[in-house]
């Protein structure tokens, strides 16, 4: 997924540079690249907001309302989000005799037993996600030149979540421990974006109006993304 995050990157901002504008095609490709944060992070918790990153792919058509510029303009694309932990922490799951499930924060020497030192620790959350958003462009319905704003909402499906940690064992080897496993996370999320930019760069924001966790670790209770970032469109 990086490899091909990197490549499409690439190829963003070469066509970027080389069209004067791009193609006359139906609908943009935008690739947003932004940095995590949260409002109100579970106990434990200290993010690593420069290693926390969220990178959307998504596709938009414009509707346009009236001859002035302004659009009515829906979207499909995906959402991946990584969160980057710091002081050796990671997120725990486990279930009581009772069937009830609990999310924790732990000391990732107190999970590897002979663990020497340890590397980085993510949690990442990919989403199914669904914006809508009223644009407004100054070269009219010239969609690919000239200044342009965007203000609107945008709502996704949690497809997948995992923990993933380094550490170097006793012996000096290196290892990489990945868990797929159910993390408590909200499945349905919801919030408010904008963004602003002339051509086809802008910058974006997006803040989250739904809890992050359905079950919540200690102090995740009111726990929200806020993400600000750059755009580029593709065509």
Do not use: C, H
């Amino acid at each position: 997924m990086k490899k091909f995050l990197f490549a499409l990157t690439g190829l963003l901002l070469m066509t970027l540079s080389v069209q004067a504008q791009r193609p006359d095609l139906p609908g943009a490709l935008i690739v947003d690249i932004g940095i995590n944060n949260w409002s109100s992070a579970p106990e434990n918790v200290s993010l690593n907001s420069i290693q926390s990153k969220s990178v959307n792919l998504t596709y938009y058509y414009d509707f346009p309302i009236g001859n002035k510029g302004f659009t009515f303009t829906p979207g499909i694309g995906l959402g991946l989000e990584k969160y980057s932990l710091q002081n050796n922490f990671t997120l725990t799951t486990s279930i009581n005799n009772a069937g009830e499930r609990s999310i924790a924060t732990a000391n990732i020497n107190n999970i590897v037993d002979d663990g020497f030192s340890f590397g980085k620790s993510k949690v990442a959350m990919n989403y199914v996600d669904l914006p809508l958003e009223f644009r407004w462009y100054a070269s009219g319905n010239r969609y690919n030149t000239g200044f342009r704003a965007a203000l609107g909402a945008k709502v996704g499906v949690l497809y997948s979540s995992f923990t993933k940690f380094r550490y170097e064992d006793t012996a000096g080897d290196d290892n990489l421990v990945k868990t797929r496993q159910n993390l408590g996370l909200n499945r349905f999320r919801y919030g408010v974006q904008g963004r602003v930019g002339f051509g086809g760069f802008s910058v974006f924001g997006f803040y989250e109006l739904s809890d992050k966790w359905d079950i919540a670790p200690t102090d995740g209770e009111n726990t929200r993304t806020f993400t600000f970032g750059i755009s580029l469109t593709g065509f």
